[in-house]
């Protein structure tokens, strides 16, 4: 009986064998119960009453507490809760949320008044003292400190309940858009003074959904707020599963067993476009992948060397390798597309073995070049790491990879011992200043979590005066001369924008991402 | 036997004691800062980085914090809060240790039922077709790694034949792959554990008398035969078990499963010191109970045992 057994599954593992290496998208079994409503996008569609969606999310949100989030995902489910004094719309353009209106009085103060009547999910009433308590308390935690530093916390008025008074330390270039993220959403005083320890499990917000449940390792559920203060939510539940697994994110989405699947692997991107019932979306999101030089090891303090490395490096062909042609762009500075304040004119270095050999010699190395490439070990990363080996043996450099677990990694890179290594960094403000003062301003290093640690006067003073730069136009002329200085002293080597992905099932509409990696369920509704 | 019981409980106190001692310490000599990475690969900043050292108690001598994880888990039953999710560890065992619990009973069961069948049958018609076909199959199961099994079963049964969904864990038809996944490899070492046991027995002259009396095939085989051949396929089947206490990591991981293997390794990832105390000590207990059930077992099985067991 068993050898049946066992030929039956043999039989079918064949069969899957074959069905997976065909690459076939097969023709699910319900195919022709709904003829002709692929790809209609017109007007006919009918609304449908499915008002579930389930999510296929990459890994465990970190809180429920806004102000401890810091991966996209959390900030997600996060902002879906909760809802911060101003926004950004899908084109990234910032707009009134809790603050219906608000002006700038002088260089430091900045006045809101808040809308009335929006209720938290208790029933209390949003007043300007939770403004104030929110901010208050997102500048003692430590994930949502760095939002709150401009902000001066002994500054604050509220001259009625439903005004605000917001003043910075110095003038701040960005402070409207710092107010966007969602670290700094409102949460209720009082829910949140009663119950400190529970924000995370029963967490009180202003938005279009109410937290129903987090079951840890399985999933997230979200409900609709019907006394929402903007247009009410068209989902009634959605359900964020956490399938950390990549492939079976794939799986799940193509089996329809979710409604939308995030974070997708880029070699099933051309796979998820055939299948017709799914719809594969791509978006610029304001990541830049790169390859970080530690410039305070010995070799790579020599500007000639981080250069020849530039020169030897065939980064057309790594990008398409790893990140293939649909899931990523070319990168020419550290500023993603789309950010204001970003050098558009510059190039990527041209892959030149000779001249990296050049350079490389007048550096004083002949060959005996030796550089650690030092990473988190997953199977990326490591192609990463080969295919750099091979390339920049062609120029006598000889490089040792050193594969680490997350934990490591972090603590290595936090005492800058890495030499070279992977990143990725986010512009969460969608503002130029904020990522590259992370990125190269001197007081960065390490810790800071600069990967590049490098210190130039000019650079600092460029980046500090920029920020307290009211005027657009001049501080983007310093952004953009950061950039050029970057370049030309190699920091990194630029890998790609990669896109974000989310697959959809077919019947999914009113989706409007936002490039920081933000969706907002409440547009999205289902038809026919 | 329950003096016997009673001592192997108590036992369990040091144990315990001595587990927590050697994970605490390893975790603390690891490198790597929860507080850092909690943080993310792009840095905080200084200051974030001691004001969650302070929140998480790392500042406090190693001491301190071992004694403090003893005193609270004896005097409270209070195992710490989870750095990432906040929620109390116990909270987090208590949702993942379940579905551990769940998936190691049916597929070992399923690997029982299978794998003891086979082998029988295997032994009794050794070097028969059915033997060797078997037993190919065994060493396919054995060899083949879960993941990738796994990857194929979802392609058709959730993909291709729409029978089963992928993955979660919410109700019986969820747990049906998973447990076949792990139920087929766990068959094969069973299997060939079952066959050789039962080849040892089946020469035996007990097993010629009981025939000579006329006893049918079938109480020969299961009744003289099995019974004798039981003590080490109760080892293996207990050795499964109890290995499947701490999860089945990658299974876990491909059926995006809650238990505990994956919650286990996340958590050593982002050093969440509580959560990987925690789990480690219930995973210790878990496997500890299950060799004392397979001690008792070994005491049907085979009575001579049981005047041992004092």
């Not at chain 1, 709904?34 to 970190?62: L, N, Y």
């Not at chain 1, 789309?338 to 041209?350: K, P, V």
């Not at chain 2, 996944?181 to 035996?204: F, H, K, Y």
């Not at chain 2, 080892?235 to 876990?252: D, K, S, Y």
Request: with cysteine; net charge negative; aromatic share 8%.
């Amino acid at each position: 009986m068993k050898t049946k057994v066992n030929r039956f599954i043999t039989a079918l593992l064949v069969m899957a064998m074959f069905f997976a290496l065909t690459g076939c998208s097969g023709t699910p079994a319900d195919d022709t119960n709904e003829p002709g409503t692929q790809g209609a996008s017109t007007g006919e569609e009918i609304v449908s009453s499915k008002d579930t969606m389930t999510v296929a999310i990459d890994r465990e949100p970190q809180s429920m507490d806004p102000t401890a989030t810091n991966i996209s995902i959390t900030c997600t489910i996060v902002s879906q809760i909760f809802d911060t004094l101003l926004d950004f719309d899908p084109d990234m353009n910032i707009i009134p949320s809790l603050a219906e209106s608000y002006e700038q009085i002088d260089d430091v103060t900045y006045k809101f008044n808040l809308r009335k009547g929006v209720k938290f999910h208790n029933g209390e009433e949003l007043k300007a003292s939770d403004v104030v308590f929110s901010l208050k308390r997102a500048n003692e935690k430590p994930v949502s400190r760095a939002y709150t530093q401009e902000i001066d916390m002994e500054g604050f008025e509220t001259p009625d309940d439903y005004t605000v008074i917001i003043r910075t330390k110095e003038p701040y270039a960005a402070f409207y858009q710092s107010l966007c993220v969602s670290r700094l959403s409102i949460v209720n005083e009082k829910a949140t003074l009663e119950a400190e320890n529970d924000v995370n499990s029963n967490p009180v917000g202003t938005g279009p959904f109410k937290f129903a449940s987090w079951t840890a390792g399985d999933n997230v559920t979200i409900e609709r707020n019907d006394d929402y203060w903007g247009e009410t939510a068209k989902l009634k539940q959605v359900v964020f599963r956490i399938i950390t697994e990549q492939s079976s994110r794939v799986v799940e989405i193509e089996s329809g067993g979710v409604d939308a699947a995030l974070v997708l692997p880029a070699v099933d991107y051309e796979r998820l476009e055939d299948n017709e019932d799914i719809d594969l979306e791509l978006y610029t999101s304001h990541y830049v992948r790169y390859i970080a030089f530690n410039t305070t090891q010995d070799s790579l303090a020599d500007k000639r060397v981080r250069q020849a490395l530039n020169y030897a490096t065939d980064i057309d062909t790594i990008r398409d390798v790893l990140y293939t042609e649909k899931g990523a762009q070319k990168a020419t500075t550290p500023v993603p597309p789309g950010i204001e304040g970003r050098h558009e004119d510059l190039a990527q270095y041209d892959y030149n073995p000779e001249k990296a050999k050049e350079l490389l010699k007048e550096a004083g190395y002949d060959n005996d070049l030796e550089i650690s490439f030092t990473y988190l070990g997953n199977t990326t990363n490591t192609l990463m790491g080969e295919m750099l080996q091979e390339q920049w043996k062609d120029v006598g450099v000889i490089l040792t990879l050193n594969p680490l677990e997350s934990g490591a990694l972090t603590e290595n890179a936090n005492n800058m011992r890495q030499e070279v290594m992977p990143v990725r960094s986010a512009y969460s403000i969608g503002e130029a200043g904020e990522g590259l003062m992370k990125l190269f301003h001197s007081s960065n290093h390490g810790p800071g979590g600069s990967r590049v640690n490098y210190t130039n006067p000019r650079v600092d003073e460029l980046l500090e005066t920029a920020k307290v730069t009211m005027d657009e136009n001049e501080r983007n002329e310093m952004y953009r001369e950061v950039q050029e200085i970057v370049h030309d002293e190699a920091l990194m080597i630029y890998l790609c924008y990669e896109y974000t992905s989310v697959a959809l099932g077919s019947k999914v509409r009113g989706f409007n991402p936002i490039p920081t990696e933000r969706i907002d369920y409440s547009t999205i509704y289902f038809v026919e | 036997m329950l003096k016997y019981i009673i001592r192997r409980v108590l036992m369990l106190i040091p144990v315990m004691l001595g587990v927590s001692l050697v994970v605490f310490t390893l975790m603390y000599i690891t490198p790597g800062n929860p507080a850092e990475i909690l943080l993310g690969e792009e840095g905080g900043s200084k200051e974030a980085i001691e004001l969650l050292e302070e929140e998480m108690g790392l500042n406090d001598p190693y001491i301190v914090r071992f004694g403090r994880f003893i005193w609270n888990l004896v005097s409270k039953g209070d195992l710490g809060t989870c750095y990432a999710t906040r929620q109390p560890v116990s909270q987090r065992i208590a949702q993942t240790f379940p579905n551990t619990l769940k998936l190691a009973g049916l597929s070992v069961g399923l690997a029982v039922v299978i794998g003891v069948v086979l082998g029988i049958v295997s032994a009794v018609k050794q070097y028969s077709i059915f033997d060797n076909v078997a037993m190919a199959l065994a060493m396919l199961g054995t060899s083949m790694p879960n993941f990738w099994q796994g990857l194929l079963l979802m392609i058709l049964f959730s993909i291709h034949l729409q029978w089963l969904p992928a993955s979660g864990f919410s109700s019986f038809k969820h747990m049906i792959l998973p447990a076949v996944t792990i139920g087929t490899s766990s068959a094969a070492v069973i299997a060939r554990m079952t066959r050789s046991s039962m080849l040892e027995v089946i020469r035996q002259d007990y097993i010629s008398t009981a025939r000579a009396k006329g006893q049918s095939e079938i109480v020969v085989i299961l009744r003289h035969a099995l019974k004798n051949a039981l003590i080490p396929i109760i080892t293996t089947v207990g050795i499964r078990f109890g290995v499947m206490m701490g999860g089945a990591v990658l299974t876990e991981s491909i059926f995006a499963i809650p238990g505990i293997g994956k919650m286990m390794v996340d958590a050593i990832k982002a050093r969440n010191y509580p959560v990987v105390q925690g789990g480690v000590l219930v995973i210790a207990l878990a496997f500890s109970v299950v060799n004392l059930i397979v001690d008792i077992l070994y005491a049907f099985a085979d009575p001579r045992l049981k005047s041992q067991y004092r």
